[in-house]
């Protein structure tokens, strides 16, 4: 069986120029901006931020493997180890990632 979304639209060949870009979105959602619970340790000010407002450093060991922010509330620069899953969570969600390399 043929794909009905074809390079032709779903009607087939006769269908027309082509799809016009509003019926190409036409069934698509609005996407919920991905976002992350967070606490600071100096203010213990508790608060959501966006994926842009996060950065992960994977290191070569757990103790080298964190992720940080600033704190919307007091502007400190927070720093929090991250383990496997919040790597994973924090990965998929889009935060923009730096890999360490050892200088051994």
């Known amino acids: 069986m043929s794909d ?4 032709s639209g779903p009607s087939g060949p006769s269908s027309g120029p082509g ?5 190409a ?3 698509m959602r609005r996407v919920s901006p991905v976002v992350f619970k967070a606490g600071c340790p100096d203010c213990r000010g508790r608060f959501e931020l966006a994926a842009s407002a996060l950065r992960l450093a ?11 922010f600033t704190c919307p509330e007091c502007g ?3 720093r929090k180890p991250a383990g ?3 790597v994973e969570l924090l990965t998929g969600g889009g935060v923009r990632t730096l890999r360490l390399h050892s200088t051994v």
């Open 76 to 78: 400190s620069a927070v």
């Open 84 to 86: 496997e899953r919040v």
């Open 19 to 23: 799809m016009t870009a509003a019926a």
């Open 25 to 27: 979105f036409a069934g």
């Open 58 to 68: 994977i290191g070569a060991t757990s103790r080298t493997t964190f992720y940080s």
């Open 4 to 7: 009905p979304l074809g390079p």
